[in-house]
């Protein structure tokens, strides 16, 4: 009886609105209701993807900036360090 269980099955829903009105919008909506979940996680799937691809893509711009500095003016120290003391 797996029809029975599922309150979205096709089937079940045309058994149990045989005879009845199918334009009041219960029919409607359980004949739907696959699809507009299906839709809503794949939505909320896509905006997930999307924010998270702006935000890496935002950091990413941010992090070129501070690697882009002028190192002309940078003065480096090249003096040998001092002689080890010798140990007794």
Known sequence: MKI???ATFDERNDIVFSGRNKAFGAYELRKKYNITV??????VLAFSIILTGAK????NRSNEA????????????LT????AEELP
Do not use: A
């Not at 501070?66 to 120290?77: A, G, K, P, Y």
């Not at 040998?80 to 002689?83: L, R």
């Open 4 to 6: 029975w269980e599922d």
């Open 38 to 43: 299906t839709y809503i996680i794949g939505g």
């Open 56 to 59: 890496k893509l935002i950091d």
């Open 66 to 77: 501070e690697l882009t500095q002028d190192m002309s003016n940078i003065v480096v120290d």
């Open 80 to 83: 040998p360090p001092p002689p």
